[in-house]
């Protein structure tokens, strides 16, 4: 007889089932999960290593560019590697520009986009006077919500 619940029980109990799992067993099931992550990880960097080590100079010499998409074949199997272009700007030195190009009476929207932010620390200690008229653009979308348990003191 088994004393407590697998995680490969969970899927095909019930959410009623699920539900009256005792918290010690959740713990440990959240400690098994913990576990199967970080082995499923060690897995995931030993593969890449594999990939890395076999093809890495291949690419190396097909690549025309810093990044993009490139294929090889090996042995009837298509093999791609991708360097994704992953670029940031200096926020001040960029606003800086910006300035300088609409003090020249050039439409800066037609060189950038812009998202503004307003940090949550922020928005609550504004005053009601200074919330007001941003209200109507305000809405907040959560993610699904996180669980975690630990043993208490």
Same mark, same amino acid.
């Given at each position: 007889? $088994?004393?407590?619940? %697998? #995680?490969? @029980?969970?899927?095909?109990?019930?959410?009623?089932?699920?539900?009256?799992? /005792?918290?010690?067993? #959740? !713990? +440990?099931?959240?400690?098994?999960?913990?576990?199967?992550?970080? %082995?499923?990880?060690? =897995?995931?960097?030993?593969?890449?290593?594999?990939?890395?080590?076999? =093809?890495?100079?291949?690419?190396?010499?097909?690549?025309? $560019?810093?990044?993009?998409?490139? *294929?090889?074949? @090996?042995?009837?199997?298509?093999?791609?590697?991708?360097?994704?272009?992953?670029? $940031?700007?200096?926020?001040?030195?960029?606003?800086?520009?910006?300035?300088?190009?609409?003090?020249?009476?050039?439409?800066?929207? +037609? =060189?950038? %986009?812009?998202?503004? $932010?307003? /940090?949550?620390?922020? !928005?609550?200690? !504004? &005053?009601?006077?200074?919330?007001? &008229?941003?209200?109507?653009?305000?809405?907040? *979308?959560? /993610?699904?919500?996180? =669980?975690?348990?630990?043993?208490?003191?």
């Amino acid at each position: 007889m $088994k004393n407590r619940v %697998e #995680l490969s @029980d969970l899927i095909a109990m019930s959410d009623r089932q699920r539900a009256s799992i /005792p918290a010690d067993q #959740l !713990w +440990e099931l959240q400690k098994d999960l913990a576990d199967k992550k970080a %082995e499923l990880e060690s =897995y995931s960097d030993a593969f890449y290593r594999c990939l890395s080590s076999r =093809y890495a100079d291949t690419f190396e010499g097909e690549r025309e $560019k810093d990044t993009g998409i490139i *294929h090889i074949v @090996d042995g009837g199997f298509k093999v791609s590697q991708e360097i994704k272009k992953n670029v $940031k700007y200096d926020q001040k030195k960029l606003k800086a520009v910006l300035d300088r190009l609409a003090k020249e009476g050039r439409d800066i929207s +037609e =060189y950038v %986009e812009v998202t503004y $932010k307003i /940090p949550e620390r922020k !928005w609550t200690v !504004w &005053p009601s006077s200074t919330r007001e &008229p941003f209200e109507a653009s305000r809405s907040i *979308h959560s /993610p699904r919500p996180s =669980y975690s348990i630990e043993v208490s003191a």
